[in-house]
Nanobody, 126 residues
Framework: QVQLVESGGGLVQPGGSLRLSCAAS????????ISWFRQTPGKEREGVSC????????SYADSVKGRFIISRDNARNTVYLQMNSLKPEDTAVYYC???????????????????WGQGTQVAVSS
């Protein structure tokens, strides 16, 4: 069964750090680009970061650039999102998603992604 499972969310104080994991099963993660999105109630799901197939390209939303780092461990079939210097506005449900095989690079649109995880909640509050 092809699926993505996120973990690592939780409650953290402003300035703190969390590492999210996106574990893949049913397919070889290294053959695909993987993106992280986030969503808060009443808002559109927004792209946060992406790592392309082959790891040649990584991208970040301006709001997280310099604070978040995306990486992958192909041996563990897992992609990580290291989130540092967290702010209250980072509070959201975070989703990982697989870039469709026929698409290269890091697409920004939701429709370019064909498998989604169930999400993990991140709350940044004092």
């Amino acid at each position: 069964q092809v699926q993505l499972v996120e973990s690592g969310g939780g409650l953290v104080q402003p300035g703190g750090s969390l590492r999210l994991s996106c574990a893949a099963s049913g397919f070889t993660l290294g053959n695909y680009g993987i993106s992280w999105f986030r969503q808060t109630p009443g808002k559109e799901r927004e792209g946060v970061s992406c790592i392309a197939r082959g790891d040649a390209i990584t991208s970040y939303a301006d709001s997280v650039k310099g604070r978040f780092i995306i990486s992958r461990d192909n041996a563990r079939n897992t992609v990580y999102l290291q989130m540092n210097s967290l702010k209250p506005e980072d509070t959201a449900v975070y989703y990982c998603a697989r870039v469709a095989r026929y698409i290269g690079g890091c697409p920004s649109t939701r429709t370019a992604h064909d498998v989604w995880g169930q999400g993990t909640q991140v709350a940044v509050s004092s």
